[in-house]
């Protein structure tokens, strides 16, 4: 019997939730997962937000904090990625 990747992509994934999701899931407020961390708070808003992806310890921190292991998190970024030209503002004006 054959399993089709994708649908286990799909399982996968829909196991997963966001840092938000699992703080409601459990009842944990914002000032509770930073004193659980010991992140500072600008990252874990940064990160509930998606405006930052955490490196592996803060990820662990995270999950650790929030109960779960951290493959259970979705860690996606939803910040779209801007395309920059040139060599940026170090190298004087960009033509």
């Given at each position: 019997m054959q399993h089709d990747?994708?649908?286990?992509?799909d399982k996968i994934r829909l196991e997963m939730e966001s840092i938000?999701?699992?703080m409601a899931k459990i009842g944990l407020n914002?000032?509770?997962?930073?004193?659980?961390t010991g992140l500072d708070k600008e990252?874990?808003?940064a990160v509930?937000?998606?405006?930052y992806t955490p490196s592996p310890l803060q990820r662990e921190s995270l999950?650790?904090?929030?109960?779960v292991s951290k493959n259970d998190i979705a860690w996606g970024h939803k910040v779209p990625v801007q395309h920059l030209?040139?060599?940026g503002p170090q190298f004087g004006r960009t033509p």
């Open positions: 990747s994708n649908e286990n992509h938000s999701q699992w914002l000032e509770e997962l930073v004193e659980s990252v874990v808003e509930i937000s998606g405006n999950a650790t904090a929030l109960g030209y040139g060599h």
